[in-house]
Structures are given as C-alpha cells and as structure tokens.
C-alpha cells in the first residue's frame, strides 16, 4: 500500500466517502466501476473541467492527481473509449468523461479536443473491516444492481423523455416539466437512466424542485448498455415508486440510436406499460420524424410531444404538426405550456 494526498475525486466517487488522502495498491483490477488515482499530464483550453463530488464544476490542470472510475464511452459529441485489459502503476490512460471515467480513448469529436492524459498510480482502496487494515478496491456505487430486478410502480405514473441524440434538450425539458408539476402541488421524482456517470442532470433536476432523485452510478453502473440498462431502469423505477411520489420523471440519456440502451429499455414491455406519456426531444424536424417513426414503428409508442432544438421556432413547430401530427412546445421559451401538456395527461390541469 502507498498513501497519496489527491487533488480532486471525480463525482462518479459521490459514495464513497473519501478523503483527500487516500491509500492505493499496484494491484489494479480492469473492471468497470473500479476507483483509481491518475496523475494529469497535460493541459487543455476545452472540455478541461471535471465534476466533483460535490457538484462543483473544477478546472483540471496538469499535474493534478484525480480519482476517477475505470469505464469504456461511447459518445457521439464527446469522446469513444474502451476499458483496458490489463493495467500497471505507471501505465497512461484518458479521461473520457466530465463525471471522470477513465479508459482507452479511441476517437475524439473536434469540438472537445484530444483528452486529458493520465498516468496510473494505483487502485484506490476501501477498509470496510472494522478494527482491520484490510483494503479492497473501492467501486462505484452506493448498491448492487439486481439483474433480475422487478418492476413495482405502486401506481406511480412515469413520463419519460426520449431524445434523436445527445445534446436534443432532454434535460432541459426534464427541469421545465419537473417545475411545472412542482408548482401545480405535485410531489415529483426524478432519474436519469443512460448514459455515462455524470450527476449535473439529475443536479439540475433537483434544482427544478424534484423531491428524490436517483442516476444509474447509484447502482454501480459507470457506462450503461442494452444489457443493463433495463434492469437498472426497472431498479430505479421500483426504488423512487416505493417513495410514492405523485409522478416520476424519467430521463433516457443519449438517444434512441445510440450505445447506451435505450433501445433496449423502451422494448421491455414491462417498462414500456409502465410509461404514462413520452416526450420526444429532438434536434431538427428530420430527425423529429425519424424518432417518431422508431417510437411508433419498433415500440408501439405515440409520442405525446415533440421538445428540444427542433421546436427553438414556429418554423419548427409548423412543420413537426403537418409532417408527423404532434405538439410540439419548447422547453426554454414555454416551459410553462409544456408541463401543462403533462399535468393534463394526467388529469392535473392548472386552475
């Protein structure tokens, strides 16, 4: 064991409770949601920031040592990366994420630069024995994702939002639903259930007024896939129900093409009947019409409204009504009349 003073824990630590010294070991086991310490060796104008644990925003410098979680990305605006195979002290990885995954970088998008290089110090590790100094590998998460976990609503609705791709206004107009239901007297939850770790959205969620949040790391997850992703959704679901909030808010991150499994997740069927209404948040009116046609195509779903990007002006609008029979509302400028449409589903117009 050696000890290390670090510099920043990465919020995809958020339970794990660790100081800013910490104990490592050589022995690194290559295995997703695994904490290590990393040492920066380089600088960066763009995408140069990583989220603590506290939720703050901080600028990464090189020379930093940095606590992060071993995971793979697959992004489209952002970077692509795999996880090693075998590590040891001394090795150089990138950090692939703002929430602080750590892999191999294999392809990275112009507008964010190459990333931020990492030496490997070790693995980070956890004396859960009282009385003991016996260490093991601190992993991400404050639960066990069930594989076989059940879906159980209580009767709780969900409303969930389904974008074209990442960056199509699916967090955005999560909050505007979320304040809108809270100022009408509901009693909102909230989740994110794809993507890569990175608490800011569910932060966000908060912010807008939702009362109990939850995100995929919760249960251990770094990087979501098809073949995870419904059985966590299922854990979330059942985790936030049982608080018996009035409604859930439900956040597929990425987009219905993407890596992350949201495909999979909206062809369970047991997750699919629980949907009261989905929201679908797209980039431009092509790709409106494109996610409405896998919506109703592949999954049986009428999408309730169409939101993001698409929707920023009455040109958008205009032609997402004649070409695919939807409302369309934008978050940003008519959060307001977004979130009625959702409380009237409901049966919870505003007075």
Not at 2 to 24: G, M, Y
Not at 248 to 262: T, W
Not at 335 to 349: P, S, T
Request: hydrophobic content about 45%.
């Amino acid at each position: 064991m050696k000890s290390i003073v670090v510099d920043k824990v990465a919020s995809v630590a958020q339970h794990n409770d660790l100081a800013s010294e910490l104990r490592l070991s050589a022995d690194i086991p290559c295995e997703e949601g695994v904490l290590i310490a990393v040492r920066v060796l380089n600088n960066k104008s763009r995408y140069n920031q990583l989220e603590l644990t506290s939720g703050r925003m901080a600028t990464v410098t090189m020379g930093d040592i940095v606590v992060g979680a071993l995971g793979h990305r697959n992004a489209l605006r952002g970077y692509s990366g795999h996880l090693p195979t075998e590590l040891a002290k001394g090795d150089h990885l990138q950090i692939l994420n703002i929430g602080g995954v750590i892999g191999i970088c294999d392809s990275a998008n112009p507008d964010v630069g190459a990333p931020f290089d990492c030496e490997v110090l070790g693995t980070v590790l956890e004396f859960p024995y009282l009385g003991e100094r016996i260490g093991v590998p601190a992993r991400v998460g404050s639960a066990t994702l069930d594989k076989d976990a059940q879906l159980k609503m209580n009767g709780v609705p969900v409303v969930a939002l389904a974008g074209t791709c990442m960056d199509s206004g699916k967090t955005a107009a999560a909050c505007a639903i979320v304040g809108r239901l809270r100022h009408l007297g509901l009693n909102v939850a909230a989740c994110k259930a794809t993507g890569v770790s990175l608490r800011r959205d569910i932060l966000a969620m908060e912010d807008a007024g939702a009362t109990d949040t939850m995100i995929f790391s919760d249960l251990g997850i770094v990087t979501t896939t098809a073949e995870n992703g419904p059985a966590l959704t299922r854990s979330l679901l059942t985790d936030l129900g049982a608080k018996a909030p009035d409604i859930i808010v439900l956040e597929l991150g990425d987009g219905l093409l993407g890596a992350y499994g949201v495909a999979a997740i909206l062809a369970d069927e047991q997750i699919r009947d629980a949907l009261t209404a989905v929201v679908l948040c797209a980039n431009d009116p092509v790709s409106a019409w494109g996610g409405a046609k896998i919506l109703r195509d592949e999954y049986n779903i009428e999408p309730a409204v169409v939101t993001g990007p698409a929707t920023d002006n009455d040109v958008g609008v205009q032609q997402i009504a004649e070409r695919i029979s939807l409302p369309a509302i934008n978050a940003l400028s008519n959060g307001v009349a977004l979130g009625d449409k959702i409380a009237a589903l409901l049966g919870r117009e505003a007075a």
